[in-house]
């Protein structure tokens, strides 16, 4: 399929987990994808597999960065965010505040930068889409920061639409994603979280980073929609109750 032929791309946060599985997904229809991210050993593996991508070395958190970068790529038709180098979880009260701050520098002020900029990155008829967090969509205990960072980006997303149109802006709030987000959990810790998230939700499993790439290609896809967010959680938000 060629759905994207003729496109360019640009993934940030591509060089693993849920931006790597879209930018493969936007390559294998046809794009031309650039994967942005701070390392560039993981990028170059990442682009090894496909000649339609390639990559930059970003941290998107510094703005004059993200600014350079985007002079670099010229135009393009599709901008994916999805970078994180990993939430504050944990009790509020207990949260370290610094990596509380640096947290909210990674996540909310790269998406912010990027945003801030993307008009004149992104074509007019093109397409931006924001991986979020489904966080801020129940009551999750411990996961109150994560709810800020991801309440706010959801929020940005209706005014953008209106003042970027006819540029597309959408969000998606995955649930809990089989991704090396996180490869920071020793493993039996980790396993033990995968089976109580997917306990957790109707679907009884959790997702994997295809899931949340098939949101990215419909977002990039549809001409019509703006102004959403698509929950791809499994349903953990009909589940309230549970933890
Ligand atoms: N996995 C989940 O369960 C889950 C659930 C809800 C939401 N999400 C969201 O989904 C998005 C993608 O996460 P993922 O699960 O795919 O995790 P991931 O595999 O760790 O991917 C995140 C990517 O972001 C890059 N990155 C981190 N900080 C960056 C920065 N300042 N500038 C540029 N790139 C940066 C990382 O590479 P470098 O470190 O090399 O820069 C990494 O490749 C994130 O926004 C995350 O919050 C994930």
Not at 208 to 213: G, L, V
């Amino acid at each position: 399929m060629s759905r994207f032929a003729g496109h360019k791309a640009l993934v940030i946060g591509g060089g693993s987990g849920i931006g790597l599985a879209s930018a493969l997904a936007l390559a294998s229809e046809g794009a031309e994808v650039t994967i942005a991210g701070r390392t560039q050993a993981k990028l170059e593996a990442a682009c090894a597999a496909t000649p339609r991508m390639h990559w930059i070395v970003l941290d998107a958190s510094d703005e004059a960065a993200l600014e350079h970068c985007y002079a670099q790529m010229g135009e393009v038709d599709h901008l994916v965010l999805c970078a994180n180098a990993g939430g504050s979880i944990g009790r509020f009260e207990t949260l370290d505040s610094q990596a509380m701050r640096g947290y909210f520098d990674n996540k909310l002020w790269a998406y912010l930068y990027a945003l801030k900029h993307a008009g004149k990155l992104v074509k007019p008829e093109g397409s931006i889409t924001l991986v979020n967090g489904a966080a801020s969509q129940f009551a999750a205990p411990m996961m109150a920061a994560l709810a800020v960072v991801n309440g706010g980006l959801d929020a940005i997303v209706r005014p953008l639409s209106l003042e970027l149109a006819p540029r597309r802006i959408n969000a998606i709030s995955p649930g809990v994603i089989d991704t090396p987000y996180w490869d920071k959990m020793e493993s039996g810790a980790r396993e033990s979280f995968y089976q109580a998230a997917a306990r957790s939700v109707p679907l009884q499993r959790v997702g994997q980073a295809a899931d949340i790439a098939d949101a990215v290609l419909f977002f990039a896809g549809n001409r019509f929609v703006t102004g959403s967010v698509l929950l791809v959680d499994g349903g953990r938000h009909l589940t309230p109750n549970l933890s």
